[in-house]
């Protein structure tokens, strides 16, 4: 069988798209995507390219609902854009806001006093974005009331104000609205600012599974004010460290040092900046500035080896099981925490590793174990990932402090049986008994 392969560009003049075997050219657009028609005996085949790049801003700001502050109407776009928008004032600005509903009652009347202030028309929805109520019901009711509302689906983004269910559910809806609406991400809790603010996940629970449903659609920008911070309680906190130990033990041992030294502190201020102590700022910007190095080059996860899935291979199934009782970042310790053990083993941390980054996460006030994780549980949620990643385990472990690798091997029964065992012995309120 012979065949023949032709590629084509596409340039566009006054308007008109066009296959051109020539790239170069003198006038017109030539697009990025591309066209390659193969001809057989059977027919033809045409396969296209057409690369799909997002741009979006993460904004790490100070008092973002004071009136004066422009960053929550404007923070999202740039110069030029700012300055058309600015031309156009003969049209009311909307602005269309999910707000999760304990995040309303404490600062709903800020928020609402900001629009008035900036002379905005605004729709503010408190909902009780629960990780038990992430489902499609909420999807659904968000789009109800945005269609009714009534936004220009690219210059008025819809703005998400809430914990990480709040910016997965509105990020999901988004992504379904005009079949692709902006829309911007405010997080109110730690773990939502240094995770699920900087990434591209949307998605809800669905079949009794975790995030089984979702897209990727990044925001068009997040904007990252700490002063939240200071109405959540200290599980919260603690909740959102979690992430950034994450990160520490996979790639940065300044960040891990850090956490072991200030760890106490970081929990009592909850991670307000002062003259005095950078640590608060060092720490999240470390965070967020490693977590987007791993997410950049593969927001749409085509490769599937991903350091940040470390503490997401056994979390999903525990947190869904015992669900409310862990909140994420809680279960992803506990996850971590078992790896930990997992790497001892396999001689990739000392001892003396291990011992300090259990020390570290009891210190931030992070559980180490839990009973219901079961040698059951961590099997069933090993064979499950197995099935999903392409015939490989995928397991990111640490290697030492701040460093780490991605491991396909499966572990044998004998060997989980014998980690499990030394974990329980060793981090339970009971030990073994």
């Not at 220009?152 to 988004?174: K, N, Q, S």
């Not at 099981?321 to 083993?345: C, K, Q, R, W």
């Not at 049986?417 to 981090?427: G, I, R, S």
């Amino acid at each position: 069988m012979t065949s023949h392969q032709t590629e084509f560009c596409l340039v566009q003049e006054k308007g008109t798209w066009t296959r051109s075997e020539r790239c170069q050219v003198k006038e017109g657009k030539v697009s990025d995507a591309r066209i390659y028609e193969n001809k057989s005996e059977q027919g033809v085949t045409w396969t296209v390219v057409s690369p799909i790049v997002f741009t979006y801003r993460v904004i790490q700001c100070r008092d973002l609902l004071d009136p004066s502050n422009d960053t929550l109407l404007w923070g999202h776009i740039g110069d030029e854009e700012l300055q058309s928008a600015s031309r156009n004032d003969s049209k009311p600005v909307k602005r269309f806001v999910v707000i999760d509903e304990t995040v309303h009652e404490l600062y709903g009347f800020r928020l609402a006093h900001y629009f008035e202030s900036r002379r905005v028309v605004s729709k503010i929805l408190p909902l009780p974005t629960t990780e038990e109520n992430k489902c499609l019901e909420l999807v659904a009711k968000i789009l109800e009331e945005l269609h009714k509302f009534g936004i220009d689906r690219r210059t008025e983004p819809i703005v998400a104000v809430g914990g990480g269910v709040c910016l997965d559910v509105v990020g999901l809806a988004a992504s379904l609205y005009r079949r692709r609406t902006p829309y911007i991400r405010v997080p109110t809790t730690l773990l939502s600012y240094v995770d699920a603010s900087v990434g591209a996940k949307t998605g809800v629970n669905f079949a009794g599974g975790k995030n089984k449903l979702g897209s990727y659609v990044p925001p068009v920008a997040s904007f990252l004010d700490c002063s939240f911070f200071q109405t959540l309680p200290p599980r919260q906190i603690s909740n959102g460290l979690a992430e950034m130990l994450k990160m520490a033990l996979m790639k940065h041992r300044g960040l891990f040092q850090l956490l072991e030294a200030h760890g106490r502190k970081l929990l009592d201020t909850k991670l307000q900046p002062s003259e005095q102590d950078d640590s608060a700022v060092a720490s999240t910007s470390i965070a967020i500035e490693t977590m987007l190095e791993e997410l950049a080059p593969n927001l749409w996860e085509d490769d599937l080896d991903r350091l940040v899935d470390f503490g997401h291979l056994i979390s999903p199934e525990l947190e869904m099981t015992v669900l409310p009782a862990l909140l994420h970042g809680e279960a992803v310790n506990i996850d971590m925490s078992f790896m930990v053990y997992v790497a001892h083993l396999k001689g990739l941390l000392t001892a003396e590793e291990k011992e300090r980054i259990i020390q570290c996460m009891k210190g931030l006030e992070l559980p180490v174990w839990h009973r219901d994780c079961s040698l059951d549980l961590v099997q069933k949620s090993l064979q499950e990932r197995l099935k999903h990643s392409a015939g490989s385990l995928r397991m990111p472990l640490p290697t030492g402090l701040g460093h780490a690798e991605i491991f396909h091997d499966m572990i044998e029964d004998a060997v989980l049986c014998q980690v499990h065992q030394t974990w329980t012995e060793e981090l339970s309120p009971t030990g073994n008994k």
